[in-house]
């Protein structure tokens, strides 16, 4: 209720700020009304919007090489619909009378309390200046790397030339880093209408991605993994014959394949089993093909909408000696499992293997391989289209829903519940 | 030259260098953490956290973190060594004015 209301308020924000920071924001508003109450919440997010508004509203687009050039400051580029004004002096007015009543209650925030004076003193490390040929540079390598790598030509030139129009509208002016790479990546999106486009950004420099990793960085990987037990936090058969996995990264099988076999011998005499996934972000799709194949007496396709069919999408089931291919399984998912985490759990779920209980999935799918455009920018684009077996689309930005929806907090309870339930009526 | 955003520096974009520079966040930790550095007196929201943000990224004081392989659809920022430089020099003269203000004994009791 109040992300829907405060999704209405966002459109009083410049256009520039909106495109590249809304979800975000959206996603901040979503995570406190979670943990606040609704009244505290929309008091902060009122006086919030007067106090962020006319500051957005009189700096000019994002900008990162102003220090030398001469610059105009302008308002909004596109100036307030007749929607937005109304909004404004509805909020206004709401905030007039919210706040006379309560305003001395409140306990003053330091935000105006504080008035430092000092003058930035980074200035003398000025970065490189990113200049209109840089971006024009980027664009039409960004354009060329769609035209050549995207699986669907036709969809593939009309993204490039909406670049490029972009680019002519003037879209782009002034934009640099993480906001031009942002913006970028919302007009791949919006042009191909595919979710997995993505465009990366680093001050640093970024590896070669055409190339493995080298051998250091995967010694570094296996020492870092195995440090945290491979991400298993936790194997255990409880008093009720519930197995419990914990597993908080789905870990690459050349570091883990011992680790991850070891976990499910723990569990292997188990009644039924619960994979804990509430703080999973994912990683590799070998170690979740490799999990899911102790749940099957045939080899099944792990769909991920990264890979074309291979045999590594397949699990190796059955598995000599794993007795959990009849056993219920539970995950538990929040919204902030993520990635092979969510293939992890679309898959089963697709598949009527685990029963979802938690909330609906952060909804990233990782698709795209990484082409570098130069040191600093890389885009992602997805080569193949996915197959999937299941539905017309995948969980790439909406999630994966659950079967079972409780507040995160609640998922291994209720999951517990259910499967006691279950197992009684055997 | 158009009057720069972070000059003088805003206390919640002070606030976002100091949370991060314990480690890196996305926006909501960055909220909770300015939320638990503060007392809970600074709660910011999402039009004053990401105006920040934006400033605080433009002027290179704060870095968008490159993609992991995991993968997550939250954006994390980390503080550049031009940030923690900033944040350091903005807390001794905090700490300037906490000296003088004591010499100027408005304390009461003996406490700071």
């Known amino acids: 209720m109040s992300e829907r209301i405060y999704a209405f308020l966002l459109r009083l924000y410049p256009s520039h700020f909106r495109l590249v920071y809304g979800d975000e924001a959206l996603q901040l508003v979503r995570d406190r009304a979670r943990h606040e109450s609704p009244m505290r919440l929309w008091i902060d997010l009122l006086f919030d919007l007067v106090r962020a508004l006319p500051r957005l509203h009189l700096h000019p687009a994002p900008i990162a090489t102003r220090a030398t050039a001469p610059a105009f400051l302008v308002l909004d580029s596109d100036a307030p619909r007749a929607a937005s004004l109304f909004l404004g002096v509805v909020a206004s007015l709401f905030l007039i009378f919210a706040t006379i009543p309560i305003g001395h209650v409140l306990a003053r925030g330091p935000a105006g309390s504080l008035r430092p004076r000092t003058a930035m003193q980074v200035a003398a490390q000025a970065p490189p200046q990113f200049t209109a040929a840089d971006r024009h540079r980027l664009i039409q390598a960004a354009a060329a790397n769609v035209k050549r790598y995207y699986f669907d030509k036709q969809v593939a030139e009309t993204t490039a030339s909406a670049l490029l129009a972009h680019e002519q509208a003037g879209d782009y002016d002034a934009a640099a880093g993480q906001v031009f790479a942002n913006l970028l990546a919302r007009h791949l999106t919006e042009a191909s209408r595919d979710r997995h486009f993505t465009m990366e950004y680093t001050a640093r420099v970024f590896p070669d991605f055409s190339k493995p990793p080298p051998p250091q960085d995967q010694a570094r990987y296996r020492a870092a993994m195995l440090e945290v037990n491979c991400a298993f936090e936790k194997v255990e058969i409880g008093m009720n014959h519930v197995g419990y996995v914990k597993l908080n990264a789905f870990p690459d099988i050349a570091a883990c394949q011992e680790k991850a076999e070891s976990a499910m011998a723990a569990v292997n005499h188990a009644d039924a089993l619960i994979f804990d996934l509430r703080d999973n972000r994912g990683g590799f799709p070998n170690m979740v093909v490799f999990l899911a194949s102790y749940l099957f007496d045939h080899p099944e396709y792990m769909f991920n909408p990264k890979d074309p069919v291979t045999e590594q999408t397949w699990t190796r089931s059955p598995v000599a000696g794993s007795l959990l291919v009849d056993k219920p399984v539970y995950v538990l998912t929040s919204s902030r499992t993520y990635s092979g985490a969510e293939q992890f759990s679309y898959d089963l779920k697709m598949l009527k293997r685990a029963t979802l209980v938690g909330e609906t999935t952060g909804g990233a799918s990782h698709s795209g391989v990484l082409h570098n455009l130069d040191d600093h920018f890389a885009i992602g684009i997805p080569e193949h289209k996915p197959v999937n077996p299941f539905s017309g689309k995948d969980w790439a930005v909406t999630g994966v829903e659950p079967d079972v929806k409780v507040k995160a907090a609640d998922a291994l309870a209720t999951a517990e519940k259910l499967a006691e339930t279950r197992l009684r009526r055997r | ?112």
């Open chain 2, 1 to 112: 030259m158009p009057k720069k955003k972070l000059s003088p520096l805003p206390s919640a974009a002070f606030q976002i260098l100091l949370a991060l520079a314990g480690e890196d966040l996305h926006g909501y930790a960055i909220m909770r953490q300015v939320k638990e550095q503060t007392a809970g007196r600074m709660r910011l929201g999402p039009g004053t956290l990401y105006s920040s943000i934006q400033a605080l990224l433009e002027e290179k004081l704060i870095e968008q973190i490159e993609p992991v392989p995991t993968g997550e659809r939250r954006r994390y920022y980390r503080l550049t060594s031009a940030g923690r430089k900033l944040a350091r020099s903005e807390a001794e003269r905090l700490a300037d004015f906490l000296r003088a203000a004591r010499a100027k004994r408005i304390f009461r009791g003996e406490y700071v």
